[in-house]
């Protein structure tokens, strides 16, 4: 007697195919994980250095009565924050004022007129995704024009010769 063709899965092509399909789930769900993970640190690391440059030097698009309306650090007081202990870059100064600046004067339109960015007890607007110090990116005759995070692989500037440079910049 001759059998009909069979419909169906066995259960044993059942189980190969449910482990050939978690065998490439483990292989590739790693990588896709880390992707994700880097790519949402970069979008985190540029969104805290674009508030960070508004500290600075201020909302380009916050004028009423052509008059900018948040001039930032250097707007009002006129310098760029020095460096602080454990801060090269003095953005510490952003939410406390540094000793020597004068408050604000509301006539002269001098003076620190903090915060300029909200503080935070472990200070964490100081370094970026990878826990890494931000720095000025510096024109020619050492006045900052942008900041800079060394990005993913932890270094300024590419990691190897001929190799992809993959640090973040926000110029003011």
């Not at 190969?16 to 978690?22: D, Q």
């Amino acid at each position: 007697m001759t059998r009909g063709l069979r419909k169906g899965w066995t259960l044993i092509e059942l189980m190969i195919a449910i482990a050939i399909v978690g065998l490439l789930i483990g292989f590739m769900a790693p990588r896709l994980v880390g992707r994700v993970v880097k790519q949402a640190r970069v979008t985190a690391t540029r969104q805290q250095m674009d508030e960070i440059r508004k500290a600075l030097v201020g909302d380009p698009n916050l004028i009423s009565d052509n008059e900018l309306v948040s001039p930032g650090y250097v707007g009002d007081v006129g310098t760029w924050p020095p460096p602080a202990p454990g801060d090269t870059v003095g953005l510490s100064w952003l939410w406390r004022q540094p000793p020597g600046v004068p408050a604000y004067n509301p006539y002269t339109k001098h003076g620190w007129n903090g915060p300029y960015i909200r503080s935070d007890s472990s200070l964490r607007f100081l370094d970026d995704a990878w826990e890494n110090a931000f720095r000025y990116v510096r024109d020619p005759t050492g006045k900052p024009i942008g900041l800079e995070s060394m990005g993913p692989d932890g270094i300024f500037g590419p990691p190897l010769p001929g190799a992809p440079v993959d640090d973040i910049r926000v110029m003011f």
